[in-house]
C-alpha cells in the first residue's frame, strides 16, 4: 500500500490550501481513510475521516474550517483547509484502514493501518 501527498506549503493565517493523498495498493472495497497532523513536540492528532460510504467526522478543532472529501476513480484523498490559523501548522499525513475504524473514536485514538510520508503545512504571517 502506497499513500502519497501533496499540496502542503507556507500560507498567511486566514488562507486556505487543499492538501491530496494518491493511495494504492489499498484493495478492500470498503475502508476508512483520514488525515492526521503532527506538530513539532506535540503528539500526533486526528483531523478528519471519511469512509467508503462517504461518511465523515472530524475533530472539534477544525470543524467548519476543513473539509474531507475522495476523488474514487483517482483513488486520492483530498482536504480542504480554509480559515487557517498559526496553530494548524504541522506535518500532515493521510492513511487508510479497515471500514470499521472510522466508528466512533477509534481513528482519533489509534489511527489506521498504512501511512505516508506526509506533506508539511505552515501558518505564519
Known amino acids: 500500500v502506497q499513500l502519497v501527498e501533496s499540496g502542503g506549503g507556507l500560507v498567511q493565517p486566514g488562507g486556505s490550501l487543499r492538501l491530496s493523498c494518491v493511495v494504492s495498493?489499498?484493495?478492500?472495497?470498503?475502508?476508512?481513510m483520514g488525515w492526521f497532523r503532527q506538530a513539532t513536540g506535540k503528539e500526533r492528532e486526528g483531523v478528519a475521516v471519511i469512509d467508503s460510504d462517504g461518511d465523515t467526522s472530524y475533530a472539534d478543532v477544525v470543524k467548519g474550517r476543513f473539509t474531507i472529501s475522495r476523488d474514487n476513480p483517482r483513488n486520492t484523498l483530498y482536504l480542504q483547509m480554509n480559515n487557517l490559523k498559526p496553530e494548524d501548522t504541522a506535518m500532515y499525513y493521510c492513511?487508510?484502514?479497515?471500514?470499521?475504524?472510522?466508528?466512533?473514536?477509534?481513528?482519533?485514538?489509534?489511527?489506521?493501518?498504512?501511512w505516508g510520508k506526509g506533506t508539511p503545512v505552515t501558518i505564519s504571517s
Open positions: 492513511a487508510v484502514g479497515p471500514f470499521e475504524y472510522c466508528r466512533g473514536a477509534y481513528w482519533w485514538n489509534y489511527g489506521l493501518d498504512y
Open positions: 495498493g489499498y484493495t478492500r472495497r470498503t475502508f476508512c
